[in-house]
């Protein structure tokens, strides 16, 4: 899997990432010049593959790694690399990463410097935390955790502190995007039978779905993500990549294939 840049319709395909891995979950720079993203092309010791947080130019060239395995000793003494790292997330101001990590065990979530050095851990929970997603501001991040027995999307502020279940369904809720005015969140979730994209105001109330279960032909959609001006909402659906009005109109499928393709992200505007 390889991460690819194209315009809004869908045109102008670039390949960005060719390794034999796993590569996902990019994230562009505010200053639009660098992607942060995840893969597992180098295996740990025990030859299992995990994920590891790296770094490349826009344009893919000059990839460098940012977090490392912790080494930790097995039973016998050995030294085998436990940690994965992974969900980067770049500041609004560009001066931070945020990602999860299990180099604590459980996963947390943990910032850093662009350049892999100054890590902080944020939370501190028996329970998994992922996903971290920032306000347009900084001064928050939302972040999926099963605290409470299932995936629910919390907000904490940007040092880890008073972390919020904003969710509170029985369902699964999974991947926050803030809207550019940081009113809103979008999400996905399988409150109503199979996976849809759905809005809420930012401190969790009036929760409405956007993509339909039960009437789309290809019904489980979800990992949706904000545009730059406010207007749109891009996300996946059944292996290809579609954009809606931020309420849920005019739906426009903009990838199709026989390859699966998915976690979409819009290049910032600056």
């Known amino acids: 899997m390889d991460i690819y840049a194209m315009d809004v319709n869908g045109k102008n395909l670039q390949l960005l990432t060719t390794s034999f891995a796993f590569d996902t979950w990019g994230a562009w720079s505010p200053d639009t010049f ?57 500041s609004p101001n560009g001066t931070k990463i945020a990602f999860g990590s299990t180099r604590d065990t459980n996963p947390e979530i943990f910032v850093m ?49 008073l972390p919020v279940n904003i969710t509170h369904d029985p369902g699964s809720d999974f991947a926050p995007s803030w809207s550019p005015d940081g009113t809103k969140i979008a999400f996905q979730s399988d409150r109503q039978t199979n996976y849809a994209v759905w809005v809420m105001n930012a401190d969790g109330s009036n929760p409405v779905r956007l993509t339909n279960p039960t009437t789309d032909p290809n ?52």
């Open 113 to 161: 410097d662009p350049n892999g050095s100054n890590i902080v851990r944020l939370t501190n929970n028996p329970a998994a935390d992922a996903q971290p997603a920032w306000s347009p501001d900084g001064t928050k991040i939302a972040f999926v955790s099963d605290r409470d027995g299932n995936a629910e999307i919390y907000v904490m502020n940007a040092d880890g502190s």
């Open 219 to 270: 019904p489980a959609a979800g990992v949706p993500s904000w545009s730059p001006d406010g207007t749109r909402i891009a996300y996946e659906q059944a292996g290809d990549l579609w954009v809606m009005n931020v309420d849920g109109s005019r739906k426009i499928q903009i990838t199709s294939g026989f390859w699966s393709d998915g976690l979409p992200r819009w290049r910032p505007i600056l």
């Open 34 to 90: 660098k992607i942060v993203f995840q893969s597992d092309r180098i295996p740990d010791t025990t030859f299992t593959a995990r994920f590891q947080i790296y770094v490349m130019n826009s344009d893919g060239s000059n990839v460098g790694q940012l977090t490392f395995p912790d080494p930790a000793r097995d039973s016998t003494g050995h030294v085998k690399d436990t940690t994965s790292n992974y969900h980067p997330a770049w």
